[in-house]
Each structure stands twice: as C-alpha cells, then as structure tokens.
Nanobody, 119 residues
Framework: QVQLVESGGGLVQAGGSLRLSCAAS????????MGWFRQAPGKDRDVVAG????????SYAEFVKGRFTISRDNAKNTVYLQMNSLKPEDTAVYYC????????????WGQGTQVTVSS
C-alpha cells in the first residue's frame, strides 16, 4: 500500500502561483510513476501532469503546458506541482496518484487539495 497526502492548496488571485506537494508513505516511493489530476465541480477528473520514477520523463495536459511543472524528490518521498500564471479555470480539487508502471491505471490516490483562483 502507498498512502498519499496532498498539501499546498489555497486561494490565489489570477496570475499568481501555488506549489502543491504530495507526500507518500508505505512502499518505496521511487518505484512509482506519479501523476497529478484535477476535478472541477460538475466536471470529469482530468489528468494534469505525470512523471516517471526517476524524474527524467514528464508529461502535461495541453491546458497547463508552459505554466505548470511537475517534479519529484525521491529522497523525501514527495512529488510537487508548481503552478504559475494561474487562471480562474484552474480552480479544482487537485489529486496526486501513483501507479506501479509507466502506463496503465493508477493504483493509489490522495484525498485531494482545493485550489481556488479568483479573477
């Protein structure tokens, strides 16, 4: 089992920045591909970004490219999502997730952290 706990959400004005953190415990963190997702009220959950076990490969949804950066520190068992140039449409609950391989379903999910961007 892997337990994931997100933090760093909050209220920010449009154009501002936030850094989300996801702390993992349980099985060795470095074995897992990590992803960030978000879900706005009344909408489906969308993938935001992903990072492989070493951090050498990252991927982003088109709507965050150039604004968000995913990174990880395996020594701290933590994955980050740096969010810059935030827009009101970025308002959502953000979740981190882990899976055992670079592809396929995610096996573990955090409880989410709320990000609200005011205009």
């Amino acid at each position: 089992q892997v337990q994931l706990v997100e933090s760093g959400g909050g209220l920010v004005q449009a154009g501002g920045s936030l850094r989300l953190s996801c702390a993992a415990s349980g099985r060795p963190f470095g074995n897992y591909f990590m992803g960030w997702f978000r879900q706005a009220p009344g909408k489906d959950r969308d993938v935001v970004a992903g990072i492989n076990w070493s951090g050498s490969s990252t991927s982003y949804a088109e709507f965050v490219k150039g604004r968000f950066t995913i990174s990880r520190d395996n020594a701290k068992n933590t994955v980050y999502l740096q969010m810059n140039s935030l827009k009101p449409e970025d308002t959502a609950v953000y979740y981190c997730a882990a899976r055992r391989s670079d592809y396929g379903l995610y096996h573990y999910w955090g409880q989410g952290t709320q990000v609200t961007v005011s205009s």
